[in-house]
C-alpha cells in the first residue's frame, strides 16, 4: 500500500476514534455522571480526547492533501504554549468541585463541557504538534503537579466537597487523580522517548 493510500486511511481511524469517544462520553451520560470518579476521570477526559483525535484526523487529511504546513491563523499560538496555557486552566477548572456540581445542575456549565472540551483537546493536540520536548514537560509537570496535589486535597478532606457525590466516591476521585498524575507522565515518556534521546544528545 502506498503512502497516500495510507493516510487517508489513518484519517479515517481518528475520525471513527472521535466519533466513538464522543458517543461514549455522551450516549453514557447518566451513568458516566453518577459517580464523581467517572464523571471527573472518564467522561471529562473522553470529551477531551475526542477533540484531540478529530484535529488528528484533519491533520492526517491535510497531509494526504499536501497542505500539512501551518495555518496562519494558527500563528498566535506560538510554539503551542498560549494554547497549552488556556488547556492546563480549563483542566484545572474542572478539578473544582463545584464545577462537576454545577455541570449536573446548570445547562450553561454542561454546555461548556460537551462543547468547550472538545475544542480544548483539538487546541492540545494542535499546540502539542507546535511545542517542543522543554514546552511539553514543563506543562505536563505542571498538570501532573496539580493533579496529585489536587487529589491529596479530596483524600485529607473530612467532608464532602461536592454536593451530588458522597465522601466515598471523593476518595476514589482523589486516588485515581494521584495515580493520573504517575500514569500520564509514564505513557509520555514512552510516546516521547526518541525525541527526548535526539533532543539530549544534540
Known amino acids: 500500500m502506498s503512502t497516500s493510500e495510507r493516510k487517508p486511511a489513518g484519517s479515517m481511524a481518528w475520525g471513527i476514534a472521535a466519533l466513538a469517544c464522543l458517543s461514549v462520553a455522551v450516549g453514557l451520560h447518566a451513568r458516566l455522571t ?13 470529551l477531551v480526547l475526542a477533540g484531540l483525535c478529530a484535529e488528528q484526523a484533519w491533520h492526517a487529511r491535510r497531509l494526504a492533501a499536501g497542505s500539512a504546513r501551518p495555518s496562519a491563523a494558527w500563528s498566535y499560538n506560538e510554539y503551542g504554549i498560549p494554547g497549552l496555557l488556556l488547556v492546563s486552566l480549563v483542566g484545572a477548572g474542572w478539578m473544582i468541585p463545584k464545577a462537576l456540581d454545577d455541570a449536573l445542575t446548570d445547562w450553561r456549565v454542561a454546555a461548556f463541557k460537551y462543547l468547550g472540551l472538545p475544542f480544548c ?10 511545542s517542543n520536548v522543554v514546552i511539553k ?8 503537579w496539580m493533579s496529585a496535589i ?40 514512552l510516546v516521547e522517548l526518541k525525541p527526548i534521546w535526539r533532543f539530549l544528545n544534540r
Open 137 to 144: 514537560l514543563f506543562f505536563l509537570g505542571n498538570f501532573c
Open 150 to 189: 489536587v487529589g491529596m486535597i479530596y483524600l485529607d478532606q473530612p467532608i464532602r466537597l461536592c454536593n451530588a457525590y458522597l465522601q466515598d466516591d471523593q476518595d476514589w476521585s482523589g486516588r485515581g487523580l494521584i495515580a493520573l498524575a504517575i500514569v500520564l507522565p509514564s505513557c509520555w515518556l
Open 34 to 46: 453518577a459517580l464523581m470518579s467517572l464523571h471527573m476521570l472518564v467522561q471529562i477526559p473522553l
Open 121 to 130: 483537546g483539538w487546541l492540545l493536540r494542535a499546540s502539542l504538534r507546535r
